[in-house]
């Protein structure tokens, strides 16, 4: 079984996905599943690589990122609302730091956290997807 994000490296590796440029600095959001649990933490890169982006790392990132505060679901949890967006804060910082202009993750569950934070600090951001981002610049 593969990650969504290793299976679009193999092809990336194989030569049997081709990428048009992004050419933006974009910031990747580690999931905690898939980077500390499932060990995928590179497989994003490549893709990113092969999409031209400046990758800008976020400090703590890779095997070692910090959660964005929804792991595992959490996300569902209501009476974990307080715990989880303090989770959320420190990545928003973290983020903010990193000053890419674009964002992305591999995991849904991130995505929704995200869009519970945006929404609850009226943050500026917004996050993406990898495959969407893949979807987006495939080559003809």
Known sequence: ???????????????????KPLNKSLSFHDPCQVSRRGGASQAPRKVLAALGVELRELSDHADAAWCCGGGGGVVAVKRADALRRGAFRIKMEEID???AELLATSCANCRLTFDDGQQ???????????LELVADRLEA
């Not at 490296?9 to 990428?19: K, P, Y």
């Not at 609850?120 to 990898?130: R, T």
């Open 1 to 19: 079984m593969l990650h969504i994000s290793e299976y679009l490296a193999s092809l990336v590796e194989s030569g049997r996905l081709r990428l």
């Open 97 to 99: 730091a990193a000053g």
């Open 120 to 130: 609850f600090y009226k943050w500026d951001k917004a996050m993406g997807s990898l």
